[in-house]
């Protein structure tokens, strides 16, 4: 009896086994929101910049830090060498600053206006990310669909080549005929494999981009697909201005330069400070006797030979530059919309008329079969047809990817949050 319950145990032991050996083989289903959410969570572009962010934070609290007091201890010996006596001294001294001159709290703005950048630096580049999983997982759909395409083409040149091949056999084809219906399989062979290569290219390059093992196998869920976008390109621009990071980087660039242009004015004005001390000998720790001494002091820059007012000056040009880069990021950002934009409307004009030119060229090929099977047409005119609708069937699939990844392009110019996803 316990034998059997140990190969019951091992038996069901082992199936376990294999259903988990099954589960880990099995293909990573994802849709392309599956692929967005892997690439936040996993890829290291958004711990580098949260990274940075952290490291802004923590430059405030180190301009803080100029608003505190100091405190250092102080310790010496002294050993006299004819006498044979030795001696210790200690000290121990507080300052605090009272007024810098706007300089320490300009200094703490200008700080925080750092951690704002880096907070958007990390929004920008989710919005990138965004778009790389997004075009990516295109791709690898379009490729598919290249393959699918190719396949086909094969599919139907192998098809036709029997139909030579018995015609041959039949003595009513040339031999010509079927080498060159042979040549044309090898030639279709051919661009199966260069499609075939380029799928898994386009995967190795998603799963690149999510930060997932090269290995992985995926089965995606989305096909390519048309969906109208009812956006205008007035309302694309307006939304860009309101909602790009870099729109408020640009903004929170000339705060930071006028907070430089306080800073140096600050050499204009006093600073004041408050101070504390105290000394002992030959003790390791002071008494109650011991003296303390306090005192303020004051300190203004009279004559620097003109030092503060050229950094005064070169703050300035520092916020005129900042003003004329925003000038400049904003003008980028329009043109970045207005590219999207126009090319999705392009891509999708293409694809009312690949879609018509795709039913032709399948109705031209089935006419050509069927007269070359009836011997009025020829082996060129089959290949010929066969040709024209590969290509049409690939510019089809060519349109579909431009305006997909041009939608998802303007995404990405108009700022859209990777939260309102």
Do not use: C
Not at 110 to 136: C, H, P, W, Y
Not at 212 to 235: F, I, V
């Amino acid at each position: 009896m316990l034998n059997l319950r140990n190969k019951a145990a091992v038996i069901t032991a082992g199936l376990i086994f294999l259903q988990q050996t099954f589960a880990f083989a099995a293909p990573v289903e994802l849709s392309l929101q599956d692929s967005i959410e892997y690439a936040l969570k996993n890829n290291p572009s958004i711990q580098i910049a949260s990274e940075d962010k952290k490291k802004s934070e923590l430059s405030v609290g180190e301009t803080k830090a100029g608003k505190m007091p100091t405190v250092s201890l102080g310790s010496g010996y002294t050993y006299q060498g004819n006498s044979g006596d030795d001696s210790f001294s200690n000290s121990l001294r507080m300052n605090l600053p009272l007024y810098s001159g706007g300089r320490t709290e300009a200094q703490i703005e200008q700080a925080k206006l750092g951690v704002r950048t880096a907070d958007l630096n990390v929004e920008k580049s989710k919005q990138q990310l965004i778009l790389d999983a997004t075009s990516n997982y295109y791709s690898v759909l379009e490729a598919k669909n290249m393959r699918d395409v190719n396949e086909e083409s094969v599919n139907n040149l192998k098809a036709h080549l029997n139909i030579v091949q018995a015609k041959y056999q039949e003595g009513i084809a040339a031999k010509s005929e079927v080498l060159r219906a042979e040549v044309e399989v090898a030639n279709a062979d051919q661009n199966l494999i260069k499609a075939q290569n380029q799928y898994e290219l386009a995967v190795s390059d998603l799963l690149t981009t999510m930060n997932m093992d090269a290995g992985t196998e995926l089965q995606l869920k989305g096909e390519l697909a048309y969906q109208a976008d009812t956006r205008t390109l007035a309302e694309a621009i307006s939304l860009a201005q309101q909602n790009r990071p870099e729109m408020a980087q640009a903004q929170v660039s000339i705060d930071s330069a006028q907070k430089g242009i306080e800073i140096a004015e600050s050499n204009n004005r006093p600073t004041v400070s408050l101070s504390a001390s105290t000394g002992w000998n030959d003790r390791l720790l002071p008494t109650n006797d011991t003296n303390w001494s306090v005192g303020a002091s004051a300190s203004w820059n009279v004559f620097d030979a003109g030092v503060t007012k050229s950094k005064v000056s070169q703050a300035e040009s520092s916020v005129a530059k900042a003003k004329l880069q925003a000038e400049q990021t904003t003008d980028s950002i329009e043109q970045e919309v207005r590219q999207s934009y126009l090319n999705m409307k392009e891509a999708e004009k293409r694809l009312s008329t690949t879609q018509v030119t795709v039913n032709k060229a399948n109705e031209d090929l089935y006419i050509a079969q069927e007269t070359y099977r009836a011997g009025v047409s020829t082996n060129l005119d089959v290949f010929d047809a066969q040709l024209a609708l590969t290509q049409a069937k690939t510019n089809h699939v060519q349109a579909l990817y431009d305006y997909n990844v041009n939608k998802a392009k303007l995404d990405k110019a108009m700022g859209v949050k990777a939260t309102s996803l």
